[in-house]
């Protein structure tokens, strides 16, 4: 069910941890294989979903602050992400890395910047101190 006020609304279903898939409910059909990535196994892991995630729709949203102030989108995303132990099992190290081909560095940061306080997925993280945001000339993974 939908909270009040949802612009959309999804539910994803895991029914047996990293063995199996996991689907969307209802007639969207989609349906993903998914696994560890501790284990050579055949499936999406944690990993790569959040991963996805970002860079999807941090770019969007980095493309809709742009076109804000009258700019071109023109950046690529890559975002890297780490499974580590800690000391109560295991965490995330996610970096994410924001290449602008036409804005100098400090316009860069501050689509960046917007950006952070408007995309979902980035207003999750950004506060994780595993989490980090970079703007690059070059990808350094």
Request: proline share 10%; hydrophobic share 25%.
């Given at each position: 069910m939908a909270v009040d006020g949802s612009l959309y609304h999804t539910e994803v279903v895991n029914e047996h941890g990293l063995v199996?898939?996991?689907?969307?409910r209802g007639n969207e059909g989609l349906s993903l294989g998914v696994s560890s990535s501790l284990i050579?196994?055949?499936g999406t892991n944690p990993e790569q979903f959040i991963g996805f995630a970002l860079s999807t729709c941090f770019n969007a949203t980095i493309g809709l602050v742009e076109r804000g102030h009258n700019l071109?989108?023109?950046t690529v995303i890559h975002t890297a992400v780490d499974n580590l132990k800690d000391t109560?099992?295991?965490?995330?190290?996610?970096?994410?890395q924001i290449l602008f081909h036409e804005l100098d560095d400090e316009q860069a940061q501050q689509m960046v910047?917007?950006?952070l306080d408007?995309?979902?997925v980035a207003k999750l993280l950004?506060?994780?101190e595993n989490v980090t945001f970079e703007v690059v000339d070059k990808f350094s993974f």
């Open positions: 199996g898939e996991s689907f969307v050579n196994s055949p071109k989108p023109d109560t099992g295991y965490k995330f190290v996610v970096r994410c910047n917007e950006a408007t995309c979902p950004k506060a994780n």
